[in-house]
């Protein structure tokens, strides 16, 4: 990686500090290394063999751009069928937060690299995460070993521990042990709320919020927080 590089610039300025290895960068997942529309989109086309409605308006649907929530295609194409939107919604929730169907998700492209990278420069890789472990822990590692996303015993992931728990509650959680893992350098989420949440807990560390998708009602994002793009992983890779 390049002297110059952001992640680098910033590690330095925390040494200057006074701040030491261990170096953490710390991930989301979904949404922000991984792109889950091609899970989402497997899913949908799974459900137009199994629910009439959703056939009889399948040609309407725009499944050009991306959505968080299953319905959005179908909102966006003027329908207001609730209980279509009902069945969906049950058939999406059976399968979106399961092993099986993770290995449709795509990682933004650089990512992989990015975290090489990152890797290779000395950081530690922490993936904090809106998955559970029950549900979801093996095949995330299995699709990233898949697309080569480092996911080995040095890479740390934090699972919730079940799948009622809230995200960002979860995410709150974790934020003490973050802190005795190492000096959290670089952090970036793709809800605004976690980005909030990291800014507050880590001043210090290069916040970055992604602009994919966020859930409805996004928080409004704090000051100082870095807005970027998914190209932020090929412009920093
Ligand atoms: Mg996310």
């Keep these: 990686m390049n002297i110059d590089h952001p992640v680098l610039r910033h590690r330095r300025q925390l040494e200057g500090l006074g701040f030491s290895a261990p170096w953490l960068a710390l991930f989301d997942i979904d949404s922000t290394l991984m792109d889950t529309t091609p899970r989402n989109l497997a899913i949908l086309a799974a459900a137009r063999g199994r629910i009439p409605g959703l056939d009889a308006c399948w040609d309407r649907l725009d499944l050009s751009r991306p959505f968080w929530d299953i319905g959005e295609p179908l909102r966006r194409a003027g329908i207001e069928d609730r209980g279509l939107f009902e069945e969906l919604r049950a058939f999406w929730t059976e399968r979106f937060f399961t092993d099986e169907w993770l290995i449709h998700d795509r990682p933004y492209p650089g990512a992989a690299e990015l975290l090489a990278d990152l890797k290779?420069?000395?950081?530690?890789?922490?993936?904090?995460?809106?998955?559970?472990?029950?549900?979801?822990?093996?095949?995330?590692?299995?699709?990233?070993?898949?697309?080569?996303?480092?996911?080995?015993?040095?890479?740390?992931?934090?699972?919730?521990?079940?799948?009622?728990?809230?995200?960002?509650?979860?995410?709150?959680?974790?934020?003490?042990?973050?802190?005795?893992?190492?000096?959290?350098?670089?952090?970036?989420?793709?809800?605004?709320?976690?980005?909030?949440?990291?800014?507050?807990?880590?001043?210090?560390?290069?916040?970055?919020?992604?602009?994919?998708?966020?859930?409805?009602?996004?928080?409004?994002?704090?000051?100082?927080?870095?807005?970027?793009?998914?190209?932020?992983?090929?412009?920093?890779?």
């Design 120 to 237: 290779n420069d000395g950081f530690t890789l922490a993936y904090l995460t809106g998955r559970h472990s029950p549900g979801m822990e093996v095949g995330t590692r299995r699709s990233f070993l898949e697309y080569g996303l480092p996911a080995g015993p040095e890479e740390i992931f934090f699972f919730k521990p079940d799948f009622a728990m809230e995200d960002e509650a979860f995410k709150a959680s974790v934020c003490d042990e973050l802190g005795r893992r190492g000096t959290l350098v670089v952090a970036i989420d793709n809800e605004p709320a976690n980005s909030n949440l990291f800014h507050r807990a880590f001043p210090r560390a290069l916040a970055v919020w992604l602009d994919t998708v966020t859930s409805p009602l996004p928080a409004t994002l704090d000051a100082g927080i870095e807005r970027r793009g998914p190209d932020i992983f090929r412009s920093w890779s």
